[in-house]
């Protein structure tokens, strides 16, 4: 008898989404569900019950980047389908050390930022928007193109911002610019960005200058935890995906430098993939995708932003405009997979594809979401009394 069979039998009972049929790796084939099966699961190589309870999805993620598990059907059908019951995967935290014990320290987070957002401009080009915006876009019209949509975001934040002509706007986690060119070129703000990612400050920098925006904008290779000794100054201060890098350990360090370079009644808003509850995270995203990152959930932020003086004017969840984004960014990779091919080999692209359609199941399933928080450095009387003027074009 093949105890890792029957384990993996007993194991599959836990899923009670759309239903879809398992095929082992001696060509057995189980049902899942109840009703018709909408997609197959094929297994070419046994995997141990140790491996599974160790971690469920890095051993199935594993098992797909090599070829030994494979899909037939519709991919993201199959994906929303699974990840429904997630929450019944296993994962033995303290066995892997490997991937959860990592450092939070400056030089570790620079490698961790580097490994991700290093692969190469060209790489991130082939499938982002002309904004090379690579967080979550906002919808506000069905026939929206993902570029419609970056720029949709990109105007949200800074409608959120209440800016003016003559403000300083600081972006921690600025990417390749697209937010800040927009602030300079609509509200004429004096902006900084900053970031670890070699490649991001390269472009953003070149960017500027095609622009001519030297007189508003500046780059930055800076840590976030620099901020403090800075002797900067800002009237507003944004950030756009980066909070995730950040670390639990360190939440109160980045609330922190935060609240010392932005001025008394200025505005702080935050955008960040969120979770309901805490958690260390996922054990194939933090080893292949983002080591080191930890989604944050909504609670531990807003409680510890009072620490900090900061109050909290507004919280909006996108979490199926991040689903959607996805989608498109899915779309775009999947036109340009023969190029992809060219820089990095099959196993690469495999992770990729996996990378970005599990996500948007996630955010679909509701496993995590995406929240923008808008505060305010102590008692700002002075915005609006409604959140019309957010939506005013």
């Known amino acids: 008898m093949d105890i890792n069979k029957v384990f993996l039998k007993t194991f599959l009972n836990r899923f009670n989404g759309e239903a879809f049929t398992f095929e082992f790796w001696d060509g057995e084939e189980v049902l899942v569900g109840q009703g018709n099966p909408l997609f197959k699961v094929i297994l070419h190589k046994p995997i141990s019950k140790k491996d599974i309870l160790t971690s469920t999805s890095l051993v199935f993620g594993e098992a797909y980047m090599n070829g030994d598990l494979e899909i037939e059907g519709d991919l993201i059908l199959a994906l929303n389908s699974i990840l429904k019951s997630k929450d019944k995967f296993s994962t033995d935290f303290k066995g892997l050390t490997n991937i959860f014990g990592n450092s939070t320290s400056a030089k570790k987070q620079k490698e961790e930022v580097s490994y991700h957002y290093d692969l190469g401009n060209d790489f991130y080009s082939l499938w982002l928007d002309d904004t090379m915006s690579y967080s979550c876009a906002y919808f506000k019209n069905k026939e929206d193109s993902l570029y419609d949509a970056q720029m949709n975001k990109i105007h949200h934040l800074l409608k959120k911002l209440n800016l003016r002509e ?10 390749w610019g697209g937010l800040l060119i927009e602030a300079a070129k609509k509200y004429k703000v004096k902006g900084l960005g900053i970031t670890l990612s070699e ?38 201060v944004v950030s756009v995906g980066m909070l995730e890098h950040v670390g639990r350990p360190n939440y109160d360090l980045f609330f922190k430098n ?27 995203i933090k080893k292949y995708i983002f080591p080191g990152g930890v989604i944050p959930s909504l609670r531990e932020i807003i409680n510890l932003s009072a620490d900090y003086n900061f109050y909290t004017t ?32 099959e196993r690469f692209v495999r992770m990729w594809t996996m990378y970005l359609l599990s996500c948007a199941a996630c955010f679909y399933n509701g496993a995590i979401d995406l929240n923008q928080i ?12 409604t959140r019309d003027y957010i939506y005013k074009d």
């Open 199 to 236: 490649e991001q400050y390269k472009k953003f920098k070149s960017r500027i200058k095609e622009e001519g925006l030297e007189e508003y904008l500046d780059v930055k290779l800076m840590d976030y935890r620099e901020l403090e000794k800075s002797k900067l100054s800002f009237d507003r």
């Open 314 to 345: 507004d919280v909006e969840s996108l979490r199926l405009h991040y689903m959607k984004t996805l989608l498109h960014w899915y779309e775009n990779f999947e036109k340009n997979k023969d190029i992809v091919r060219e820089k990095f080999d």
């Open 166 to 175: 003559g403000l300083s706007l600081l972006d921690i986690g600025c990417g």
């Open 258 to 284: 935060v609240s010392k370079v932005l001025k008394k009644e200025g505005i702080f808003a935050l955008h960040y993939i969120s979770a309901l509850t805490e958690s260390e995270g996922d054990a194939w």
């Open 374 to 385: 808008v505060f305010t450095n102590g008692v700002n009387n002075e915005l609006p009394l």
